[in-house]
């Protein structure tokens, strides 16, 4: 062999021969068989969860929001007893502002969800601090103020209304105890019966603003507490100037959530006043179903549905852009 020639090297190589079991069982074709199982696997595993989810996704994107931009449509037509679909302009929303109906409606709204919110605020932060000094008897009074949770508005409003009507509840128990003079008509009273759906409506939350203050008491870490009661400073002035500013984000939480149940509460009102007497405990998600669905002026009651819409994105929008901005922030 001259030098100019280059120099050959065979290499022998183990390759499967033509036998079908032979191949199948070959490092190589196996390892490309496991790769292909990990791949339907991991297609699978991707895919699986979307597909789960898929009919939920789908029927909420119609049923919610699909029906939300129909009511918005709706709004700007001549709709009454039957949908029309000829554009109207802003004629409905006209009509709604001019009704003397919806401001009774707007006004209930303010005076009952201030007085909601305010009440349910207070007695839930007095309740919580209470029950945060480990009382004995905590796990019973927890339970007791928690229960009302577990019912329904309906249930709430049918059980105020046998309490509250006029010789039939408080007023009869009364009378049977001697005290014959004793009256208690707010129920029918147009003036007084807004505060009764106050009453029935702190009753059935309060018990959930004591949960949510409860669990950001207990989340305060104990070191800070003992640092202000080594520097002298009394159980009063801890909670005031320590304890309740750091729970601004449970105060604000809260607030959203009472809102958004004050604009949206028309089962408790249904159950407890029906609208009465006259329109007088109105709100409008009642004024809503009246004219939507009994009185068929399907066009007014959708420009109330979307006016009602943007009160409660005007009380939930803050609170995520504060959720997300804190989120971050952090």
């Known amino acids: 062999m001259s030098k100019s020639e280059p120099l050959k090297i065979d290499a022998v190589i183990d390759l499967p021969d033509n036998n079908p079991k032979d191949t199948a069982n070959h490092p190589a074709t196996q390892a490309r068989t496991e790769v292909a199982k990990r791949g339907r696997r991991g297609t699978l595993e991707l895919w699986l969860p979307k597909l789960v989810v898929a009919p939920s996704f789908?029927?909420?994107?119609?049923?919610?929001?699909?029906?939300?931009?129909?009511?918005?449509?709706?709004?700007?037509?001549?709709?009454?007893?039957?949908?029309?679909?000829?554009?109207?302009?802003?004629?409905?929303?006209?009509?709604?502002?001019?009704?003397?109906?919806?401001?009774?409606?707007?006004?209930?709204?303010?005076?009952?969800?201030?007085?909601?919110?305010?009440?349910?605020?207070?007695?839930?932060?007095?309740?919580?601090?209470?029950?945060?000094?480990?009382?004995?008897?905590?796990?019973?009074?927890?339970?007791?103020?928690?229960?009302?949770?577990?019912?329904?508005?309906?249930?709430?409003?049918?059980?105020?209304?046998?309490?509250?009507?006029?010789?039939?509840?408080?007023?009869?128990?009364?009378?049977?105890?001697?005290?014959?003079?004793?009256?208690?008509?707010?129920?029918?009273?147009?003036?007084?019966?807004?505060?009764?759906?106050?009453?029935?409506?702190?009753?059935?939350?309060?018990?959930?603003?004591?949960?949510?203050?409860?669990?950001?008491?207990?989340?305060?870490?104990?070191?800070?507490?003992?640092?202000?009661?080594?520097?002298?400073?009394?159980?009063?002035?801890?909670y005031t100037r320590i304890i309740i500013p750091s729970l601004r984000p449970v105060f604000f939480s809260t607030f959203m959530i009472l809102g958004h149940i004050a604009v949206k509460s028309f089962d408790l009102v249904m159950a407890l006043t029906g609208g009465g007497p006259g329109y007088s405990t109105d709100l409008p998600a009642t004024f809503m179903y009246t004219y939507a669905f009994t009185r068929g002026q399907i066009g007014l009651g959708s420009a109330s549905a979307m006016v009602m819409l943007g009160g409660v994105l005007g009380i939930v929008l803050p609170y995520l852009y504060s959720e997300l901005r804190g989120k971050n922030h952090g």
């Open 58 to 238: 789908l029927l909420s994107l119609v049923f919610v929001y699909g029906f939300i931009l129909w009511t918005g449509y709706l709004s700007f037509t001549k709709s009454r007893l039957l949908p029309k679909y000829d554009w109207a302009g802003f004629i409905q929303y006209q009509k709604l502002w001019a009704s003397e109906r919806w401001w009774v409606a707007c006004q209930n709204l303010l005076l009952f969800g201030g007085l909601f919110i305010l009440i349910c605020l207070a007695l839930g932060v007095l309740i919580a601090v209470l029950l945060d000094q480990r009382i004995r008897i905590e796990g019973t009074l927890r339970t007791i103020y928690l229960y009302p949770m577990a019912l329904s508005f309906i249930v709430t409003g049918t059980a105020w209304k046998w309490m509250l009507t006029p010789g039939l509840g408080l007023e009869k128990l009364m009378h049977e105890w001697g005290w014959t003079g004793f009256t208690f008509d707010w129920l029918v009273n147009p003036d007084m019966a807004i505060y009764t759906i106050v009453i029935a409506g702190v009753w059935q939350s309060t018990g959930f603003v004591v949960a949510l203050f409860l669990a950001g008491l207990r989340g305060i870490d104990d070191a800070i507490i003992k640092a202000a009661r080594v520097d002298g400073a009394g159980t009063w002035r801890i």
